[in-house]
């Protein structure tokens, strides 16, 4: 997404239009064109926001509380772009470290990493889906292993998908 989406965001920019001139596609363009021409199979991973779409300071850039509204504009446009040539989108990567996804926890230690993530996953699923219902999101490719500041994965699971020790929340 940084590398496509403008640095800055310019006035009148419209961040669900694939054709909005301050969005720079080309590297990707040639990547999924050499990609499809040799057979294969394009998954599109969409992950890191430009600065003004994050919602914290301090992370690697790109990687802190990326806000799911502007997420999911990028999603349509990403999703309206390639339309009928890649129907697999993997949303972040290995959000359960931080390194690549923050906060983490809040302020008091609690995890808060896993419902961010959902956030953003309901949002760009909803955005891909709404451009081509065909279309696959896939979530939750998580590191193997968390360290202290991050979450191991089953833990990260667990918390997104709402589970308590393995059992759904009761209604």
């Known amino acids: 997404w940084r590398n496509v989406a403008?640095?800055?965001r310019p006035p009148g920019f419209d961040p669900a239009n694939p054709s909005d001139p301050a969005y720079t596609w080309g590297t990707f363009?040639?990547?999924v064109s050499a990609a499809r021409a040799r057979g294969l199979r394009v998954i599109l991973t969409l992950l890191d926001a430009p600065a003004?779409?994050?919602?914290g300071s301090g992370g690697r850039p790109g990687t802190v509380n990326p806000d799911p509204a502007q997420f999911a504009a990028f999603?349509?446009?990403a999703a309206l772009r390639y339309q009928g040539q890649v129907?697999?989108?993997e949303i972040w990567n290995e959000p359960n470290l931080a390194v690549y996804f923050m906060p983490q926890?809040?302020?008091a230690g609690r995890s808060v990493a896993?419902?961010?993530y959902r956030d953003?996953?309901?949002?760009a699923a909803a955005s891909i889906h709404g451009v081509d219902p065909r279309n696959n999101v896939v979530a939750g490719v998580l590191a193997p292993f968390g360290p202290i500041e991050g979450h191991m994965p089953l833990d990260f699971m667990r918390k997104l998908l709402c589970m308590s020790g393995g059992k759904a929340p009761r209604p």
Do not use: C, I, K, Y
């Open 29 to 31: 363009d040639m990547q």
């Open 105 to 107: 926890r809040d302020g």
């Open 120 to 123: 953003l996953v309901n949002a």
């Open 6 to 8: 403008p640095a800055t």
């Open 52 to 55: 003004w779409a994050e919602r």
């Open 114 to 116: 896993p419902s961010l």
């Open 75 to 77: 999603a349509r446009a």
């Open 87 to 89: 129907l697999d989108w």
